[in-house]
Structure formats: structure tokens, C-alpha cells
């Protein structure tokens, strides 16, 4: 069930342009806590209906800047931990906390304000390019736009089109290839500048040289970010700190990709091809 109410008292605020926590205080000034990105969940239970739970009992930790890939067949529960952390739903059971907050008392558009997004399924709105990007910070300066988009691998493109910046898009980018509005997605992320990203890094029906861009603008996106990959394609999580298997719910590996490897359990099967995720 989606919550009716944001009972939410913590805020997120800028202090010399860093995010910070302010904890409200009812004598005296109130708290402040420069975000680290540190993201928990402790013995989760998650259902869409009471009798069926989609996620069971699930603890895992993301500590500041570490990158954690979600593997697992469709319905094993990669997406819901993400739409959880942003509490698309509430949890039935334990507990989710970011900084050792439970989300629950973070305001809901603070918390949301707080984490990136780059989904496979893109989506433009009819304006500039430039404000396209400048929508995931609407106070950017025009120079903050470029240098989103150099760090996105999109400004090259960008430069080639005939107006450049200003070009103008129309049905949700129709005249753009599927890369290309890809990489305009990671720009827009970039310039919010979030402290935690969550990236569904599937890049089918993309070519070769526009997905070697689309690896490169993510890896400059993904740095020193707390990073929640739902992995479609095992060769690109190679290089993630802790990879966690799922199945019907539940952590059944984790590990880094070598130490997965040895263990020759599910993720070996899986890397080496005895096992498709469908």
C-alpha cells in the first residue's frame, strides 16, 4: 500500500553546497549531518498483498560510495528494493534507514531528491536539450549543463546537432537515438549531483561505440557515489563491491565477483552460461 501521508520530519538541505540532514530541534538550533549515503535494510518484509511476499526477511548494507549490483531472474525482487528505497511502498516488517534514518521520518521529496535515477526507459519533455538536463536542477547555470553533459559522454553530440544546446526536442525525443536520449538521462542525473544512484543499466538494442559512451558517462557518475546497479548483463557488474544473488525474495549469494566465482554456487552457473536470466 502506498503511504496517504508524508509523516516525514527530517529535511534535506545545502550547507556550502554540500547535502546535509537537518534533524528539526524544538529548543535550540536544529541538527545538522553532511549525507554520507549509507543505506540499510534490516529484516525487511515486502509484499504488493499481505499473502504474498515479495521480499522476505531481507538485510543488506551499501556503505558510502561502495557500488552493489542486484542479479536474479525476473520477480526475484531487484526492482522492488529500489522502488522500496524510494518509498514507492511502505515495508510490512523491519526497517529501511539512510544514514541510520529510518526513511519513514525523511521528507518523502527530500529522501527522493537525495537519490539519482537512470532507468532503461527514458523519458524526455518537449524544451531545449539544455533544459532537459537543467530539469534534474532547475537553478544549474548554463556553464553546470555542459560540463553534466562532458561528464555524461553527450556533449559531443550535442555540439553536432544544429542548434546544439538548444535544439529542440519533441515526442519524448522521438529524433534522438535510444542512446543518445540515454546519455541525456545521465546528464540530468549528473547535474543533481545525488549522493546515492540507482541505475537499470540494461543497454539493449544500442550499438557498440554508443554503449562503450553510455559505460563511460556511468562510471564517471557512479564515482564516489553509494550505487544500487540492477544488472541485466553479468559482464558489466564485474567491478562492483558486493554483488547480491536473489531468488523468490531472498539473498541466496553476495559477494564480490571473484570470491562468487570460487564458490562455483548460482552466479557461477549463471556467469558461465548454464543458467539464462529470463
Request: aromatic fraction near 6%; charge should be negative; hydrophobic fraction near 40%.
Amino acid at each position: 500500500q502506498k503511504p496517504e501521508e508524508d509523516q516525514g520530519i527530517v529535511r534535506l538541505g545545502y550547507v556550502d553546497g554540500m547535502p546535509c540532514w537537518i534533524h528539526p530541534r524544538p529548543e535550540g538550533e536544529d541538527e545538522i549531518v553532511p549525507v554520507k549515503g549509507v543505506v540499510e535494510f534490516h529484516h525487511v518484509d515486502f509484499g504488493y498483498h499481505a499473502k504474498h511476499l515479495i521480499l522476505k526477511d531481507l538485510s543488506l548494507r551499501a556503505d558510502q560510495g561502495k557500488k552493489l549490483a542486484f542479479v536474479g531472474a525476473t520477480g526475484a525482487g531487484k526492482t522492488t528494493i529500489t522502488n522500496l528505497i524510494n518509498r514507492f511502498y511502505e515495508i510490512r516488517k523491519g526497517s529501511i534507514t539512510f544514514d541510520g534514518i529510518d526513511v519513514r521520518l525523511i521528507k518523502k521529496d527530500d529522501l527522493r531528491r537525495s537519490l539519482g535515477i537512470v532507468l532503461q526507459d527514458t523519458h524526455l519533455f518537449t524544451g531545449t536539450i539544455r533544459e532537459n538536463i537543467r530539469f534534474g536542477n532547475l537553478d544549474a547555470t548554463d556553464e553546470q549543463v555542459v560540463q553534466a553533459a562532458k561528464l555524461a559522454s553527450a556533449h559531443s553530440f550535442i555540439e553536432r546537432l544544429p542548434q546544439g544546446y538548444d535544439t529542440m526536442i519533441t515526442n519524448d525525443g522521438a529524433s534522438l537515438s535510444q542512446g543518445q536520449r540515454q546519455l541525456l538521462a545521465i546528464a540530468r542525473t549528473a547535474i543533481a549531483d545525488p549522493p546515492v544512484l540507482i541505475l537499470d543499466e540494461a543497454t539493449s538494442s544500442i550499438d557498440t561505440r554508443t554503449e562503450k559512451l553510455i559505460e563511460k558517462g556511468m562510471d564517471a557518475l557512479m564515482e564516489g557515489r553509494t550505487v544500487f546497479v540492477i544488472a541485466h548483463r553479468l559482464s558489466t557488474i564485474r567491478n562492483a563491491d558486493e554483488i547480491i544473488v536473489l531468488d523468490h525474495g531472498m539473498i541466496v549469494e553476495e559477494g564480490s565477483h571473484d570470491e562468487l566465482l570460487e564458490k562455483q554456487g548460482i552466479y557461477y552457473q549463471l556467469y558461465e552460461g548454464m543458467f539464462e536470466l529470463s
